[in-house]
């Protein structure tokens, strides 16, 4: 009996011993679930503090896309008033040089030159008449010898050609670099001969204007001008 008494204390010590370990345990887990859940809810208002803001920046953008979109149909608008106002200005200029156009007036005559024969070249080369006659509205370069539209118009051109040698003789009239007329004379017997041409051209602004000497061919002038280039502005276009 009390052996059996004996061994029932000892299951009754163990079955103690385990029951306190179990609380132990218990207390642990407990202890282990408080720590989660301190963690979940930081998270949780971690998660809720992100959203806040990830709302208030989406907030903050769309506002600066609506006010950039605003801007941007202000500027278009803008641009729309600015190109109408241009076009009004670019009308109007246009009028006022029309108008100015019908106003100017352009002339101009000059010599070849005063030291007598010129030619023959190897090549064909630009005859520069340097002795400036007449020159309303500055349109002839005489160091050049090139006229050059100041407006587009319906322009008048003439020449007239000398020499007095046997041999041929004869000019090119060039708009720019196109040959417009070609003028030829033989002078077979020696003396004074001339040649001759006039021309109406219609030309746009900036276009050139110039009489060239083909290779081998030659002229003459002095002081009494026997070679001559003039030209004039017959109308504006």
Do not use: W
């Amino acid at each position: 009996m009390e052996s059996r008494l004996a061994e029932q204390h000892s299951n009754t010590t163990e079955l103690l011993r385990r029951l306190s370990v179990s609380e132990k345990h218990l207390e642990n887990l407990e202890t282990e679930t408080s720590a989660l859940e301190l963690r979940l809810d930081a998270s949780e208002k971690c998660l809720e503090d992100v959203k806040t803001e990830n709302t208030a920046e989406l907030e903050a953008v769309t506002l600066r896309l609506d006010i950039t979109e605003e801007q941007v149909d202000k500027l278009r608008t803008n641009s729309t008033a600015v190109s109408v106002r241009l076009n009004e200005t670019n009308q109007r200029l246009q009028e006022v040089t029309n108008t100015d156009s019908g106003e100017l007036k352009v002339a101009f005559s000059a010599g070849l030159t005063d030291s007598g024969s010129i030619g023959p070249f190897d090549k064909e080369t630009t005859l520069i008449f340097s002795k400036t006659i007449t020159d309303v509205g500055q349109a002839y370069n005489q160091s050049a010898g090139v006229f050059t539209a100041p407006i587009r118009g319906l322009y008048f051109f003439s020449f007239t050609a000398a020499d007095y040698l046997k041999g041929y003789m004869g000019l090119y009239l060039y708009r720019n670099n196109q040959p417009i007329t070609f003028n030829l004379d033989l002078n077979d017997h020696g003396g004074y001969t001339s040649t001759s041409n006039s021309v109406a051209l219609q030309l746009e602004v900036g276009d050139r204007v110039r009489l060239s000497l083909p290779a081998t061919y030659r002229l003459y002038d002095d002081s009494r001008n026997f070679s001559i280039f003039s030209g004039f502005l017959i109308f504006p276009l």
